[in-house]
Nanobody
């Protein structure tokens, strides 16, 4: 069965950077759609970005220009580079996968595999 595991979270000051990784097991992570979500305390989960076929297909307006998604096929991982972090970015970050289909601008498939999440805390 597909397994996903996030890592790289931590606590930083406003303006700092973190790099999150999503490691996949038992399938090739470049298959289908891979997405990053986040959920702040007391808030609904929201989509941050998704990637398909090696190309990023979505960034939330709130992270454009600051976050970058990339694939490393050799390591079977998807990364989320987060720069110029703001307190509003504080959340648990999750990666999710739907190996059965694509994603595209404006289209979010059903994600049937999820990691456990990694905490990102940005202090002002």
């Amino acid at each position: 069965q597909v397994q996903l595991a996030e890592s790289g979270g931590g606590s930083v000051q406003t303006g700092g950077s973190l790099r999150l990784s999503c490691a996949a097991s038992k399938y090739s992570i470049d298959r289908g759609c891979i997405a990053w979500f986040r959920q702040g305390q007391g808030k609904e989960r929201e989509g941050v970005a998704h990637i398909y076929g090696g190309s990023v297909t979505y960034y939330a307006d709130s992270v454009k220009g600051r976050f970058t998604v990339s694939l490393d096929n050799a390591k079977n991982t998807v990364s989320l580079q987060m720069n110029n972090l703001k307190p509003e970015d504080t959340a648990v970050y999750y990666c999710a996968a739907d190996p059965t289909t694509y994603c595209s601008p404006g289209y979010w498939p059903k994600f049937n595999y999820w990691g456990q999440g990694t905490q990102v805390t940005v202090s002002s």
